[in-house]
């Protein structure tokens, strides 16, 4: 049987792959053009991309933007097909922050500067939670600039120096920054070097500062509500440290309500009598644009998140109570439309309220918004939880860690990782059905977009207006539907 | 194929000493699920420094009893007494004694989303309250231990099923146990990765940890066992020293399980 023995005398080397798979023509071979049928269709394909857009090509680049009115475009492009940009020129402030104060009426300062520094402002605050890739430096450059910039261009002898000042302060962090590299600096902190204060800090205080800067009125309004979660916190510290953690719970959330229903009006009062500062106050009804759609969005979606992982926990409690609440509460907000929701927030809510009482409409929403948004997080969550293996629970319990700790360091982040899909694609449809406001009378992009076709001039101006909104819409959502791909690439760590 | 794996070095059984201190003391214990009686009237003692095997044929009850030590699984009647803690509806009590068993599971169940390090420093650090640094020193000194500690900052995930069972090895002794539950850690080993866990296993009985092990590996039982208990139908069908177990059988039971699994 000696056919049947073979011995190897050395291993085989690696070998790079032939180059036909590899490289540019590999690539184009195996992905358009591998064998006849593919060939056709990817000509085909190709042919219908070119009948696309040649049609739409021309459309878009039309020499319209500067025209006053619809007969104006008609003029200018004299019988050929093309786009009417003159409507985006004219009312793009308007389609972004809707009838917001831009000084056009007698008496009335131009406020649009608040809202775009808000935006500005929400991404400094939002950077260090979303990427990690960015050093504490760079974001307090950031921060420090959009403030000095703020400051600066409001005029006035005092904010003009505030404002010189927030940007040296700038200046000096860049000059640090790009002065040491990473590896020095990365010693420099090993070694126990003094750092800048975390720039979470900011983002914690952003929520409070978000609203003032919309809405105005007395800074002191704000700082209140903050102050509330500071003496919450503070009462936690101490009454943990004597009673336990349920205890301190308990303490905490009483005594920050009590501050924020019977202390903090007194309190604001007494603070705005003794400094009065204040940015004018701006009402709900000169909310509209996309202004109210980034408001409205990002609220639902900051807010859903956390109380999407209370439902889902709460869903899967043993306490019975517990769990038939957020049961109740999960079945009940998904088996409502949106807009029955929002109904009920614009005219039923009122007739529940004491009369006279004033319940800020666009608060309202909110609270609906976000409300249904969290039931459909809930079950997201759950989703990533139930996918979770049996072991990591076990592997918790056995090394000792209590609940909230096994929850907080070991089932979220996975749970959490398993859901990003889910959860992004509930963020980009919650964002997305922030347009359904215009049905309850609120001026959204597509509720201006009714109110701008009704102006004589533009009567008959459609695919422009919608593809605008729409163009808006997809770069939102896009980012956010790339971001989340990012992060599943980065939290991924099965192989290299 | 159990009892075919060698040993590179015998483990010398006559230092390894029983104290006479009770580690843990099951008394009178039963457990049901639903109708099901798994666990009927156990009764063990274990004193410090012993090291049993318990085996059996599956759904024999074992992997449930030990699960009963920590409480990963609740008993409806009798009493465990787990270094002088006993376990009932009281939380302290559970964590008291869960911080001082440590378990190895078949699956390994390491935090995949943590690295090696992380998942050796997590437990110290939040449960135990170890300054960081300190843990990672514990850690580091553990993973050496088990010999991987350049695997250190790599995810569970990039490791082999040997690598990953030692690692769970070192994260439970970073919790500095007094008692070690193994739950079939070789189980789902490939044959070649079974002996580098064995061979930390038995490394750590040498150094007279009590350890209970739910194992298939004969081979270990005879080589560093004080007791080997088996178990069938949810009871304890018989025990003795291994040589005396495994040369002479008393019950009918335990003859035909070593009869087909030798």
Redesign the interface.
């Known amino acids: 049987m000696s056919d049947l023995s073979y011995v190897r005398a050395e291993m085989l080397p690696e070998k790079a792959p032939p180059v036909s798979t590899s490289g540019a023509v590999g690539w184009v071979r195996e992905n358009l053009f591998n064998g006849v049928g593919n060939s056709i269709l990817t000509i085909l394909s190709l042919f219908m991309v070119y009948l696309v857009l040649s049609a739409l090509l021309p459309w878009v680049f039309s020499p319209t933007w500067n025209a006053a009115s619809l007969n104006d475009c008609r003029t200018i492009l004299a019988g050929h097909e093309g786009a009417c940009w003159g409507v985006i020129n004219e009312r793009w402030p308007q389609l972004l922050f809707g009838f917001y104060p831009n000084g056009s009426e007698e008496g009335t300062v131009d406020q649009r500067w608040r809202p775009i520094l808000t935006f500005v402002l929400l991404f400094v605050a939002v950077i260090p939670v979303l990427f990690n890739m960015i050093s504490r430096r760079m974001n307090w450059v950031l921060l420090l600039g959009a403030l000095g910039i703020a400051f600066v261009t409001r005029g006035g002898v005092l904010t003009m120096i505030i404002g010189v000042a927030l940007l040296a302060g700038a200046a000096y962090v860049a000059f640090q920054l790009f002065n040491t590299n990473k590896v020095d600096r990365a010693e420099e902190i090993a070694s126990g070097a003094k750092r800048l204060p975390n720039p979470l800090i900011f983002s914690a205080v952003f929520p409070f500062l978000a609203p003032w800067l919309l809405w105005g009125g007395s800074i002191w309004g704000p700082i209140g509500a903050l102050l509330g979660f500071v003496i919450g916190a503070l009462v936690f510290r101490a009454v943990t440290a004597v009673a336990g953690s349920l205890m301190g719970i308990i303490a905490a959330v009483l005594s920050a309500v009590i501050w924020w229903l019977f202390l903090m009006g007194g309190f604001a009062w007494a603070m705005e009598s003794i400094i009065s500062l204040g940015l004018e106050p701006v009402e709900s009804r000169k909310f509209g644009g996309f202004m109210l759609s980034i408001t409205i969005g990002v609220v639902a979606i900051g807010c859903s998140l956390p109380i999407g992982i209370v439902l889902a926990l709460g869903r899967q409690s043993d306490l019975m109570i517990v769990k038939s609440l957020c049961v109740g509460f999960i079945e009940f907000i998904r088996g409502v439309p949106l807009i029955t929701l929002l109904f009920v927030a614009s005219t039923l809510l009122n007739i529940f309220m004491p009369p006279g009482s004033n319940f800020d409409i666009i608060v309202r929403v909110l609270i609906m918004v976000t409300l249904f948004a969290s039931a459909y997080m809930a079950e997201v969550v759950r989703g990533g939880l139930a996918a979770l293996?049996k072991?990591?629970y076990?592997?918790a319990?056995?090394?000792?860690?209590?609940y909230w700790?096994a929850q907080r360091?070991?089932i979220m982040?996975?749970a959490l990782?398993i859901s990003i899909p889910g959860i992004v694609s509930t963020f980009i449809g919650v964002f997305k059905d922030t347009t359904l406001v215009s049905i309850i009378g609120l001026l959204d992009p597509l509720g201006l977009s009714n109110a701008i076709r009704a102006d004589a001039n533009w009567n008959g101006v459609v695919w422009e207006l919608y593809g605008f909104i729409a163009l808006m819409f997809f770069v939102f959502c896009f980012s956010m539907s790339r971001y989340s791909m990012y992060l599943e690439r980065k939290?991924r760590?099965?192989?290299? | 194929m159990s009892t075919s794996i060698e040993f590179d070095h015998h483990a010398d059984r006559s230092h390894m000493s029983v104290s006479d201190k009770v580690a843990i003391e099951i008394t009178g214990m039963n457990k049901w699920y639903g109708n099901f009686h798994v666990l009927r009237d156990i009764n063990l003692t274990v004193n410090e420094g012993e090291r049993i095997v318990i085996c059996g044929p599956s759904g024999s009850g074992k992997s449930t009893l030990i699960r009963c030590i920590n409480r990963l699984e609740e008993h409806q009647e009798g009493s465990i007494i787990v270094d002088g803690t006993e376990l009932s509806s009281d939380l302290k009590n559970v964590d008291k004694v869960r911080s001082e068993v440590g378990m190895v599971f078949q699956h390994f169940n390491l935090f995949p989303h943590l690295t090696i390090l992380e998942n050796c420093t997590l437990a110290p650090i939040w449960v135990r309250k170890t300054p960081r640094k300190e843990a990672e020193e514990m850690a580091m000194h553990f993973l050496e231990k088990v010999k991987i500690p350049e695997q250190a900052h790599k995810y569970p995930g990039m490791l082999s099923g040997g690598q990953q069972q030692r690692v769970a090895i070192a994260r439970s002794l970073c919790m500095m146990p007094r008692i070690m539950l193994f739950d079939e850690p070789t189980s789902a080993l490939d044959p070649e990765m079974i002996k580098e866990v064995l061979e930390t296993m038995i490394s750590l009985a040498e150094e007279g940890m009590t350890m209970l092990c739910v194992t298939h590996e004969m081979g270990f039982a005879k080589e560093v066992a004080n007791r080997v208990i088996f178990m069938d139908a949810g009871q304890i069908v018989e025990q003795n020293e291994p040589n005396e177990f495994f040369d002479n059988p008393q019950s009918e039971r335990t003859q035909l399980f070593l009869s087909q699994i030798l």
């Open positions: 293996p072991g990591q076990e592997a319990d056995a090394l000792g860690l209590d700790k360091l070991i982040p996975q990782k939290l760590t099965d192989h290299h």
